[in-house]
């Protein structure tokens, strides 16, 4: 019987396999690469067959999204393959938002190295990775997405109204830097009505999650002083560092 929350994995040496060991998955980027996707952990050997429960891995089972990826495995150096090519895995919000800045990092890194089709490709498959990452609801996927709006990006063209609307959804959804900016545009009428009430309010929330730079506005605010914001550039949305 299938465990619903466990991948199943064929491997050509299962005497070498013992319950715990590490199975590490791999995919292949638009270009063919073998990249690790990350790693889950025997959990019952049947057989040929290995279940593996997803762990460290940005897919975790418990996620009732789910989506088809080519998968490759490796269980003790010997490599392995998944029961079934339309096996499907469970994925995550956050496994499509790694995604997108993967591949956009990808594009950003490479503008002069790649043709236009293929940084105009790789753009695409960032944005459609992106727009997953919201359906599941990511408030960080909105603020990129938002951004992404605000200058144009591949086959977004730019929104100021959809810009917005993301922001506050991220915003909305407790997302820090999603909720300084906002707090900022209602404090300058920036694409919305002036609005020092909902400024502030904004503010805070963003202070109270530890943001340095709205606690150094209310700071301000609450002296009189004039505030220094400093507003993301679009070369740091893909960062995989943040």
């Not at 956050?94 to 890194?109: F, S, T, V």
């Not at 909720?179 to 020092?196: I, T």
């Given at each position: 019987?299938?465990?619903?929350s466990?991948i199943?994995?064929?491997?050509p040496?299962p005497?070498?396999i013992r319950?715990?060991?590490?199975v590490?998955?791999?995919h292949?980027?638009a270009?063919g690469?073998?990249v690790?996707?990350?790693?889950?952990q025997?959990?019952?050997?049947?057989?040929?067959?290995?279940?593996?429960?997803?762990?460290d891995?940005s897919m975790?089972a418990?996620?009732?999204?789910?989506?088809?990826?080519?998968?490759?495995?490796?269980?003790?150096?010997?490599?392995?393959?998944?029961d079934?090519?339309?096996q499907r895995?469970?994925?995550?919000?956050?496994?499509?938002l790694n995604q997108?800045k993967q591949?956009?990092?990808?594009?950003?890194?490479?503008?002069?190295?790649?043709?236009?089709?293929?940084?105009?490709?790789?753009?695409?498959k960032?944005?459609e990775?992106l727009?997953?990452?919201?359906?599941m609801?990511?408030?960080?996927?909105y603020?990129?997405?938002?951004?992404l709006?605000?200058?144009?990006?591949?086959?977004?063209?730019?929104d100021?109204k959809?810009m917005?609307?993301s922001?506050?959804?991220?915003?909305?959804?407790?997302?820090?830097?999603a909720?300084?900016?906002?707090?900022?545009?209602?404090?300058?009428?920036d694409?919305?009505?002036?609005d020092?009430t909902q400024?502030i309010?904004?503010?805070k929330?963003a202070?109270?999650?530890?943001?340095?730079?709205a606690q150094?506005?209310l700071?301000?605010l609450s002296?009189?002083?004039?505030?220094s914001l400093?507003?993301?550039?679009?070369?740091d949305?893909?960062?995989?560092?943040k």
């Amino acid at each position: 019987m299938r465990d619903n929350s466990s991948i199943q994995i064929k491997v050509p040496h299962p005497n070498t396999i013992r319950s715990g060991d590490k199975v590490k998955l791999y995919h292949k980027t638009a270009f063919g690469d073998e990249v690790k996707t990350g790693e889950c952990q025997v959990s019952r050997i049947d057989d040929t067959i290995v279940y593996a429960t997803p762990q460290d891995i940005s897919m975790p089972a418990t996620v009732g999204q789910i989506a088809k990826i080519t998968i490759s495995a490796k269980v003790n150096h010997h490599n392995a393959s998944l029961d079934s090519k339309d096996q499907r895995i469970p994925m995550d919000a956050q496994y499509y938002l790694n995604q997108a800045k993967q591949i956009g990092e990808d594009a950003d890194q490479n503008a002069n190295n790649y043709s236009q089709q293929q940084i105009k490709s790789l753009k695409e498959k960032a944005i459609e990775n992106l727009q997953k990452a919201t359906s599941m609801k990511s408030a960080e996927a909105y603020f990129i997405l938002a951004m992404l709006y605000e200058d144009g990006y591949g086959s977004l063209k730019r929104d100021y109204k959809k810009m917005v609307e993301s922001i506050q959804k991220s915003a909305q959804m407790g997302y820090a830097h999603a909720q300084f900016l906002l707090a900022d545009m209602y404090e300058d009428g920036d694409e919305v009505v002036k609005d020092k009430t909902q400024a502030i309010y904004w503010y805070k929330k963003a202070a109270e999650q530890g943001n340095k730079e709205a606690q150094k506005v209310l700071e301000k605010l609450s002296k009189k002083e004039p505030k220094s914001l400093g507003i993301p550039d679009i070369d740091d949305l893909f960062d995989l560092n943040k």
